[in-house]
T-cell receptor, first 112, second 113 residues
Framework: DAKTTQPNSMESNEEEPVHLPCNHSTISGTDYIHWYRQLPSQGPEYVIHGLTSNVNNRMASLAIAEDRKSSTLILHRATLRDAAVYYCIRRIYGGSQGNLIFGKGTKLSVKP | SAVISQKPSRDICQRGTSLTIQCQVDSQVTMMFWYRQQPGQSLTLIATANQGSEATYESGFVIDKFPISRPNLTFSTLTVSNMSPEDSSIYLC??????????FGPGTRLTVL
């Protein structure tokens, strides 16, 4: 079971930080956590990924719980362009060669 | 990164017909994927297409309905055969170049009447 659990929707104000939670309680030791987002009328785009340690890049930060059963995507200053559906994905390597199994995602709304 | 184009960007088709969707990548890649996104839903993986081998289909998808070609390392096609209104979806291709991130095309919006 490659499912993750995310809230259906969240709201944020522009220029404020956003914390998007994800539960992946059945994760195995070799599964990576990937985050993608899908802006309206576009294909998904990669945001960030990690295994055990917290990760930072130019788009966001990823905080992974010590037991790896949950993680949080952090957008440090939300902009209107960040309004999108955010998908938290367990990436299972091996037989499926790293397929992405998308869940329902969290629809983020950003208010000016 | 990878630049991916899809043709057509959208189409309206009659039931019982077939549509072939093209996916072109700006560089050589081993692994290509085809996804379906039904209205208001998340993405569902249809199949993985590696050059030089048969496509691998996910549960619920069969080759007779969604034949895939992968003639070289920069191109793939997905055909939606004998279409019904339930096939109305956005079809997306993606590639994996680095093993870390996938790059997605803009999608093909298909409406079946």
């Amino acid at each position: 079971d490659a499912k993750t659990t995310q809230p259906n929707s969240m709201e944020s104000n522009e220029e404020e930080p956003v914390h998007l939670p994800c539960n992946h309680s059945t994760i195995s030791g070799t599964d990576y956590i990937h985050w993608y987002r899908q802006l309206p009328s576009q294909g998904p785009e990669y945001v960030i990924h990690g295994l055990t340690s917290n990760v930072n890049n130019r788009m966001a930060s990823l905080a992974i719980a010590e037991d790896r059963k949950s993680s949080t995507l952090i957008l440090h200053r939300a902009t209107l362009r960040d309004a999108a559906v955010y998908y938290c994905i367990r990436r299972i390597y091996g037989g499926s060669q790293g397929n992405l199994i998308f869940g329902k995602g969290t629809k983020l709304s950003v208010k000016p | 990164s990878a630049v991916i184009s899809q043709k057509p960007s959208r189409d309206i088709c009659q039931r019982g017909t077939s549509l072939t969707i093209q996916c072109q990548v700006d560089s050589q890649v081993t692994m290509m994927f085809w996804y379906r996104q039904q209205p208001g839903q998340s993405l569902t993986l249809i199949a993985t297409a590696n050059q030089g081998s048969e496509a691998t289909y996910e549960s619920g998808f069969v080759i007779d309905k969604f034949p895939i070609s992968r003639p070289n390392l920069t191109f793939s096609t997905l055909t939606v055969s004998n279409m019904s209104p339930e096939d109305s979806s956005i079809y997306l291709c993606s590639v994996d170049r680095t093993g870390d991130e996938q790059f997605f095309g803009p999608g093909t919006r298909l409406t079946v009447l």
